[in-house]
């Protein structure tokens, strides 16, 4: 469970302002702890007990070797997002949400290895022989691959999560992941439907401040998911010559010395 230091860190975040009450959806009526002034205000010990529950997840998640996909296009959240995601080395899309990025991953996959080889014939000469005209409209491509699935590029396989900054917005991003049963982590505001995903962060998705005090918490339980598996990976290797003397060993060596008696016994025979 968080900690009352942990609240108060998502206090002065502004992580409890909610919406106006007529925007409410009734099912986030669990999540908030009462009404001031028109606003709902979320119930921030709630919000702290969801944090620690989606983090623990996304730890395990990134422990297992499998991608994070974060997905976030409003304008306060792209920056700080990219930022999180890069530092724990995780794939994101900031800008439109290419529909089929998910249920039609093979296609994306195609146009990502497009701007490799766009990539390769830049670096081979390729590119050089092309007209001028040709020249600019590569180019042009190559820059609106970058834009949309530069951050994918390293992602060759479906994510092991998504997870999401304003599940309203990102609605379709949220419905192809339901689709393919990935599991969805999300910081719900009052105006969504928390059913939606299955590890909900109640929590302001509008301000940057409260969407970066939140991110800050999940990067780092990514990063530290990716530090047990290296520390898992690194010590079998030193475990190694240790497993190496089998039991089996030991009849075979007792067969290889059976002859050498026999042997002995001959000679002094002779």
């Given amino acids: 469970?968080?900690?009352?230091?942990?609240?108060?860190?998502?206090?002065?975040?502004?992580?409890?302002?909610?919406?106006?009450?007529?925007?409410?959806?009734?099912?986030m009526a669990p999540y908030i702890y009462m009404e001031r002034n028109g606003i709902?205000?979320?119930?921030?010990?709630?919000?702290?007990?969801?944090?620690?529950?989606?983090?623990?997840?996304?730890?395990?998640?990134?422990?297992?070797?499998r991608?994070?996909?974060?997905?976030?296009?409003?304008?306060?959240?792209?920056?700080?997002v990219a930022e999180k995601a890069s530092k724990a080395n995780q794939p994101y899309i900031t800008e439109r949400w290419p529909g089929g990025m998910l249920t039609n991953f093979v296609t994306i996959r195609k146009a990502v290895k497009k701007?490799?080889?766009?990539?390769?014939?830049?670096?081979?000469?390729?590119?050089?022989?092309?007209?001028k005209k040709e020249r600019?409209?590569?180019?042009?491509?190559?820059?609106?691959?970058?834009?949309?699935l530069g951050s994918i590029s390293d992602m060759t396989r479906l994510p092991g999560a998504l997870f999401v900054v304003d599940i309203t917005r990102e609605h379709i991003a949220v419905k192809e992941a339901q689709k393919l049963n990935i599991p969805i982590f999300a910081m719900v505001d009052t105006n969504s439907d928390p059913r939606q995903v299955q590890y909900v962060i109640p929590a302001n998705d509008?301000?940057?401040?409260?969407?970066?005090?939140?991110?800050?918490?999940?990067s780092d339980a990514v990063i530290e998911g990716l530090s047990e598996r290296k520390a898992a990976k690194d010590t079998p290797k030193k475990e190694?010559?240790?497993?190496?003397?089998p039991a089996k060993e030991v009849p075979v060596a007792v067969k290889a010395e059976a002859p050498v008696v026999t042997d002995t016994t001959k000679q002094e025979e002779e």
């Fill in 115 to 131: 701007m490799a080889a766009i990539d390769r014939m830049k670096k081979d000469g390729t590119f050089n022989t092309l007209s």
């Fill in 1 to 27: 469970m968080a900690n009352n230091i942990e609240v108060k860190e998502l206090l002065d975040a502004g992580v409890h302002f909610g919406h106006l009450t007529r925007r409410w959806d009734p099912n």
């Fill in 240 to 245: 190694a010559p240790a497993k190496e003397v």
């Fill in 40 to 65: 709902h205000i979320i119930n921030l010990y709630k919000t702290a007990a969801k944090i620690d529950e989606a983090t623990e997840a996304l730890k395990k998640i990134a422990a297992s070797g």
């Fill in 206 to 218: 509008d301000a940057s401040k409260s969407i970066d005090k939140v991110m800050t918490y999940v």
């Fill in 136 to 148: 600019l409209q590569v180019d042009r491509l190559r820059a609106k691959l970058e834009k949309n």
């Fill in 67 to 80: 991608k994070i996909l974060f997905v976030a296009t409003k304008k306060q959240a792209k920056e700080i």
